[in-house]
């Protein structure tokens, strides 16, 4: 089982950036696909971006597209957004997740973070 914490979060002002990483100890990082989440405050959590194992493939939220950016470094069995013209409807808890399911995107994450909040300001 992987054991995944995250990092990076704060308060920005709109227009800033962040960048969040996530790292992962446990079973072979190189096995997952590794995704983020979100959920704000009153709201169902909701899908942001999604890398496969290698990271060849990637697929994103319409409302992140262009703005945010996943990596992964298997090396240093760590996953990462960059997050970029940030709004203040990005504000939310940022989750990490991980699958060892076949890659289909942004289904099937079995194994999450605890979260680390992110706050945009106007």
């Known amino acids: 089982q992987v054991q995944l914490v995250e990092s990076g979060g704060g308060l920005v002002q709109a227009r800033g950036s962040l960048r969040l990483s996530c790292a992962a100890s446990g079973r072979t990082f190189s096995s997952y696909s590794m995704g983020w989440f979100r959920q704000a405050p009153g709201k169902e959590r909701e899908f942001v971006v999604a890398?496969?194992?290698?990271?060849?493939?990637?697929t994103y939220a319409d409302s992140v597209k262009g703005r945010f950016t996943i990596s992964r470094d298997n090396a240093k069995n760590t996953v990462y957004l960059q997050m970029n013209s940030l709004k203040p409807e990005d504000t939310a808890v940022y989750y990490c997740a991980a699958t060892l399911r076949p890659w289909s995107g942004k289904y099937g994450f079995d194994y999450w973070g605890q979260g680390t909040q992110v706050t945009v300001s106007s």
């Open positions: 890398i496969s194992r290698s990271g060849d493939s990637t």
